[in-house]
């Protein structure tokens, strides 16, 4: 029979340790099975590999000829692996507007080292991510997550007020976050950064339009079916004719988060691109 790959680990784990005890440790396996992977080895190799009568941790002239070429073999996979990683196609979801001037940053530097990026514009980003077409998700609204998701927040962005262009509101001035608490309110329940109770407290007989992405929320407020909040962004990256953006000093900001499984262990590429992000220039518009 062939020579495995983890007889050749488990081997070069031995004579590093120079003790069944500590190399069995290393290789979180228990000491007999250790001892049986060496045994398969020397039957494959047809030969002693390491002394026998020997108080000492000794190998034999073959052992140590097996253990330069095992160091060798070992790492030229461990290399062919982490450089085929390194280019790992990378999947990232979002569900609208990404921040531009952070992404770039992150994509270029992310690519720069062999990786590379794709894209994917999904209308829920948490279902994306649990059915593993996404790696890691890029969203704004706040999202009490299962156990084996974990999140950061990479940046926070200064929110405005959408309105209709035929609504009043579209031409009131000096307008405060208070103010807003009892209109209509057009909340898209999947990827929207507000609710009704963004307003502390809030106003109990409010009424509230539900929408499920970003076109039918936009086309709801155009249509003066309620008032909605959105990232300033939204003014230069989303424009519409039937829709009027409005500074409110106030407004409380929205935060964009990062989201990806960590359970099990994320892949490497996905670590990295995390490592890289948050080393990017934090969002704070």
Same mark, same amino acid.
């Given at each position: 029979?062939?020579?495995?790959?983890?007889?050749?680990?488990?081997?070069?784990?031995?004579?590093?340790?120079?003790?069944?005890?500590?190399?069995?440790?290393?290789?979180?396996?228990?000491?007999?099975?250790l001892?049986?992977?060496?045994?398969?080895?020397?039957?494959?190799?047809?030969?002693?590999?390491?002394?026998?009568?020997?108080?000492?941790?000794?190998?034999?002239?073959?052992?140590?000829?097996?253990?330069?070429?095992?160091?060798?073999?070992?790492?030229?996979?461990?290399?062919?692996?982490?450089?085929?990683?390194?280019?790992?196609?990378?999947?990232?979801?979002?569900?609208?507007?990404?921040?531009?001037?952070?992404?770039?940053q992150?994509r270029?530097?992310?690519?720069?080292? *062999? &990786?590379?990026?794709? %894209?994917? /514009?999904?209308?829920? !980003?948490?279902?994306?991510?649990?059915? =593993?077409? @996404?790696?890691? #998700?890029?969203?704004?609204?706040?999202?009490?997550?299962?156990?084996?998701?974990?999140?950061?927040?990479?940046?926070?962005?200064?929110?405005?007020?959408?309105?209709?262009?035929?609504?009043?509101?579209?031409?009131?001035?000096?307008l405060?976050?208070?103010?807003?608490?009892?209109?209509?309110?057009?909340?898209?329940?999947?990827?929207?950064?507000?609710?009704?109770?963004?307003?502390?407290?809030?106003y109990?007989?409010?009424?509230?339009?539900?929408?499920?992405?970003?076109?039918?929320?936009?086309?709801?407020?155009?249509?003066?079916?309620?008032? *909605? &909040?959105?990232?300033? %962004?939204? /003014?230069?990256?989303? !424009?519409?004719?039937?829709?009027?953006? =409005?500074? @409110?000093?106030? #407004?409380p900001?929205?935060?964009?988060?990062?989201?990806?499984?960590?359970?099990?262990?994320?892949?490497?590429?996905?670590?990295?691109?995390?490592?890289?992000?948050?080393?990017?220039?934090?969002?704070?518009?």
């Amino acid at each position: 029979m062939d020579i495995e790959l983890r007889h050749l680990r488990a081997y070069l784990a031995l004579c590093e340790e120079a003790n069944y005890t500590r190399a069995a440790a290393r290789l979180h396996l228990s000491q007999p099975a250790l001892t049986r992977t060496i045994q398969q080895l020397e039957r494959r190799v047809e030969c002693r590999l390491i002394e026998r009568s020997s108080r000492r941790f000794e190998l034999t002239e073959e052992g140590a000829e097996l253990l330069a070429h095992s160091r060798r073999i070992i790492a030229d996979i461990d290399t062919v692996r982490d450089e085929l990683r390194s280019r790992a196609t990378l999947d990232v979801g979002f569900s609208w507007l990404l921040p531009d001037t952070w992404f770039a940053q992150t994509r270029t530097r992310y690519e720069a080292l *062999g &990786g590379r990026i794709s %894209l994917h /514009r999904v209308e829920d !980003p948490m279902a994306a991510l649990a059915d =593993r077409s @996404i790696d890691i #998700a890029i969203h704004r609204n706040e999202i009490r997550l299962p156990r084996h998701l974990a999140s950061r927040v990479i940046g926070t962005e200064d929110r405005m007020l959408a309105v209709s262009v035929n609504s009043p509101l579209a031409h009131v001035e000096d307008l405060r976050w208070a103010d807003l608490a009892s209109y209509p309110l057009v909340v898209n329940v999947v990827s929207g950064t507000i609710h009704a109770g963004s307003w502390d407290p809030p106003y109990p007989d409010r009424a509230i339009i539900t929408c499920t992405n970003f076109d039918e929320w936009i086309e709801l407020v155009a249509a003066d079916r309620g008032i *909605g &909040g959105v990232p300033i %962004l939204a /003014r230069t990256r989303a !424009p519409h004719p039937g829709v009027v953006y =409005r500074d @409110i000093p106030d #407004a409380p900001p929205s935060h964009v988060y990062l989201t990806w499984r960590a359970k099990p262990a994320p892949l490497r590429s996905v670590q990295r691109f995390l490592g890289i992000a948050r080393d990017a220039t934090p969002i704070d518009d």
